[in-house]
């Protein structure tokens, strides 16, 4: 059986009907990259499988880009992670129709905790929760709220079936200072589930030190800025992954 290797999710942020990538997650920060369609088709056409798709308008509470983000979804022949905002009942089951692969939960698991136990034990796998850390302390709404100690809800969350987690240093998110390897070891001896690693990277390097968590427990990698910067080419980056 061949070793498993390490998943790549280039991102599309949407902001204001843009793609867009910030610095630290602060809004205001954003480089617009124009139509978050035609990257998202991009990305497919360069061979990744999987899309990461955040409304950050939704994350950020200054409206939402719902109905675009499931017009991309839908025209997605990849699997879709989507993100940002979904909260309640309503938008989980929006979020979930447009066909996605799965969904994101960050504010909800630290706000509306029964809520989110609730959703993961409706949903399964098709729910994972992104754990956004300054350190050890998890952010929500946008990132600038504070909501509780990594380690406690990762505990409270594996206890509640949780099937995956998305784990993003904000310190270093679209920064192209390579990701936290560190923090991610860390997760991945606290947890026995799979870890998806956001934030960061910077180089093919990085994606190859990366690969050597995968055996840890780091399922995958988001790649945001350092696309959209051309530091390297999606198929590079898959090729890298795959040797
Ligand atoms: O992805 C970003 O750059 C980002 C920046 C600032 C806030 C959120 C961001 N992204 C993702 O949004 C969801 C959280 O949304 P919510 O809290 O559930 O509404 C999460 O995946 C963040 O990583």
Known sequence: MTAPTLELLPAVDVR???AVRLVHGVSGSET??????????AWQRSGAEWLHLVDLDAAFGTGDNRA??????????????LSGGIRDDATLAAALATGCTRVNLG???????EWA???IAEHGDRIAIGLDVRG???KGRGWTSEGGDLYE?????????CARYVVTDIGKDGTLTGPNLELLKNVCAATDRPVVASGGISSLDDLRALSELVPLGVEGA??????YAKAFTLEEALKVVSA
């Open 136 to 138: 050890t302390t998890l």
């Open 32 to 41: 617009s990259y124009g139509s978050p369609l035609d990257a998202a088709l």
């Open 222 to 227: 988001i790649v945001g800025k350092a696309l």
């Open 153 to 161: 809800t990762l505990a409270r969350l594996d206890s509640e079936g």
């Open 117 to 119: 136990a609730k959703a």
């Open 68 to 81: 675009l983000v499931a017009e991309i979804t839908r025209a997605m022949d990849i699997k879709v992670e």
């Open 107 to 113: 504010t909800a698991a630290l706000e509306t905790p």
């Open 16 to 18: 204001d009907g843009q």
